[in-house]
């Protein structure tokens, strides 16, 4: 099996396109950026004014002045620690696009180091070590890599990647019922959130239900109708079961509610709306044309004309 990273699904008939994920992919999220207080020049106006308010109010002066250094401090490491963090799972990514395993879980494990709160540096070392034990056969990897995905979830319960991720680990391990019920727990604690529905309505099609599928892609755009990744997810499986109509019109919905957010799958979208919209006409043309629409000759004579 292919690391959650790079997942595939299931090859589907050329007529129905797989919507490109929102990838499996390996996350590289810069850290906000903070001025760098470190650097920073501090100088007092007042000095030897003795009718500053520091020279009537030295505690309060100084409170503020400490105070204001120590938030410059925690700013300057926070920033120190986003960026690093960020710079150290670029260089893993590179390194994993180039098949360098082992050098991006060293990557990895610094942006860890560097900023323990980051579940994007758990997903990125979890997906990695998870490829590498599929690669080696390796249990201990495997097991790694299932501990990582449950401590990026401890640090972002909504991790999509980190669902998908576990849920094809706890599936490929032999425990398909974990990874359901991973995706109905996830489901029931948001409510309101589509991508639970998307992942449990992918797995539930990988495993040969795409009824129980698309109950849960409906309740996926009920729950978030501007969610263009469950439009499309909708679309996908509705033309796969053989409903052009309807997948055209989902296919057209995710790319009004999508915009440019769509990336790579708006260009997938259109194209599917102008497939089915030629494949729709087609079938009505030839339906008219077998539909007994040659005029009748009249049975009757006239005089008239």
Not at 64 to 72: Q, Y
Not at 82 to 93: L, M, P, R, T, V
Not at 238 to 248: T, Y
Not at 285 to 305: C, H, I, K, V
Request: aromatic share 6%; with cysteine.
């Amino acid at each position: 099996m292919p690391s959650p990273a790079l997942q595939q699904t299931a090859p589907v008939p050329p007529a129905t396109p797989e919507v490109q994920p929102e990838p499996p992919r390996l996350r590289l999220v810069v850290g906000d950026a903070f001025p760098d207080a470190s650097t920073a020049e501090y100088s007092d106006p007042d000095a030897g004014n003795p009718y500053s308010i520091g020279a009537r109010r030295p505690y309060m002066t100084w409170s503020c002045l400490i105070t204001s250094m120590i938030v410059g401090i925690m700013l300057a490491t926070l920033s120190g620690c986003h960026w690093a963090s960020a710079s150290q799972n670029s260089q893993g990514a590179a390194m994993y696009n180039q098949g360098q395993y082992t050098g991006a879980m060293e990557q990895f494990r610094k942006a860890i180091a560097s900023n323990p709160a980051d579940p994007d540096s758990y997903y990125n070392l979890a997906a990695t070590t998870h490829h590498l034990g599929n690669q080696r056969q390796d249990p201990n990897l495997i097991r790694q890599s299932e501990s990582l995905y449950n401590q990026c979830l401890d640090h972002d319960p909504n991790h999509v990647d980190a669902h998908r991720g576990l849920a094809v680990l706890l599936v490929d391990s032999g425990r398909p019922d974990r990874a359901f019920t991973l995706m109905k727990n996830w489901a029931a604690q948001n409510p309101t959130l589509a991508e639970p529905r998307i992942e449990l309505a992918r797995l539930y099609e990988e495993h040969g239900e795409p009824q129980v599928a698309l109950k849960y892609l409906e309740d996926a755009v009920q729950s978030d109708a501007n969610n263009p990744r469950a439009w499309l997810a909708l679309a996908r499986l509705r033309e796969h079961e053989g409903d052009p109509v309807q997948a055209l019109q989902n296919y057209q919905h995710a790319l009004q509610v999508g915009g440019g957010s769509l990336g790579p799958n708006a260009t997938m979208a259109t194209e599917r709306v102008a497939a089915l919209s030629r494949q729709i006409n087609s079938a009505r043309d030839a339906q008219l044309n077998a539909g007994g629409t040659q005029m009748a000759t009249p049975e009757f004579g006239s005089t008239r004309y």
